[in-house]
């Protein structure tokens, strides 16, 4: 039974951290400091967060490990390893030299395709033929550590962000167990990730979830569902704002329908909107 110190923020770590409590002991979770959201502003905890006190893990939130004593407190936890899916807080050399044995990462691509902070959104955005998962050995650059394991299937055309997470999340926690089996053989298992094919994902920015008609049809679909649930496309219509939840190709009988839009080789209609402070409507 190996010492575990977690670090995650997004529910995409939740399965491994499942799997780690079963098998493990979880000495600490780090996650993300809780931040101010909705309407009233009020500070609200990572689902990370929010786990790791139902099931009374010691949570810390430090806002970055610049401060030293950050540092010395997370060294004097004496961690076997330290796992890490997800956290969205940059990690130094420094503690990447505390756990006995590794700081290992779970990410969702098959690398070095879409190192960074959004590879599900853009795998789909761009019409990749496979998603993966990949656990690596951390390192200083961002994503360019070694590669002990990789799982990798291949992208349906009906796949949406908010069902690829999911896959990958659990593929993560198996791999995961193989790794830990025998943890002082992880790095002779980690092989160099490959120089050539190397792309970033970068984080998805607000304004650019805005829909462009003038693209092709297959591209506006991909950009729905690289989308969907979060933080989700929208567009204008009559002056109302409405997130765009799900789409298809439409016929040219149906062009004079209210929710037909047409792009650069077609029409698409919208099958699932909301307007702001709106329920979900679904159209067919």
């Given amino acids: 039974m190996l010492k575990i110190v977690f670090m995650g923020s997004s529910p995409f770590g939740q399965p491994a ?18 931040l101010p959201a909705g309407r009233g502003l009020k500070l609200q905890k990572t689902p990370i967060h929010i786990y790791a006190e139902q099931q009374n893990f010691p949570v810390y939130t430090p806002k970055n ?12 936890l004496q961690p076997d390893m330290i796992i890490v899916a ?15 044995y590794e700081c290992l990462n779970i990410h969702g691509s098959i690398l ?8 599900i959104h853009r795998a789909i955005m761009a019409g990749d033929e496979q998603i993966g998962v990949t656990i690596m050995r951390m390192s200083a650059g961002l994503d360019e550590g070694d590669m002990i394991a990789v799982a990798a299937q291949d992208l349906q055309d009906t796949m949406t962000t908010g069902i690829v997470h999911d896959i990958l999340a659990k593929q993560g926690a198996v791999l995961l167990i193989d790794c830990l089996k025998q943890p002082d053989l992880i790095a002779q298992k980690a092989i160099p990730q490959p120089e050539t094919g190397i792309t970033y994902a970068h984080k998805i920015l607000k304004h650019e979830c805005e829909i462009s008609w003038d693209k092709s049809v297959q591209d506006i679909l991909r950009f729905i569902r690289a989308l969907n649930p979060f933080p989700s496309a929208f567009c204008y219509h009559k002056d109302i704002r409405y997130k765009i939840h799900a789409a298809r ?31 979900i409507q679904i159209l067919e």
């Fill in 65 to 76: 490990f610049k401060d030293p004593q950050e540092v010395a407190f997370l060294k004097s």
């Fill in 249 to 279: 190709q439409a016929d040219i009988h149906e062009q004079h329908d209210e929710f037909v839009f047409a792009c650069q080789d077609g029409l698409i209609k919208v099958t699932a909107l909301q307007a702001e402070n709106k329920k």
């Fill in 86 to 100: 997800a956290y969205g807080v940059i990690l130094p050399q420094v503690v990447l030299d505390i756990p006995v």
């Fill in 112 to 119: 070095p395709r879409w190192r960074g902070a959004a590879p």
């Fill in 17 to 34: 951290l499942e799997f780690l409590a079963q098998n493990h002991h979880i000495i600490g979770v780090y996650t993300r400091p809780p």
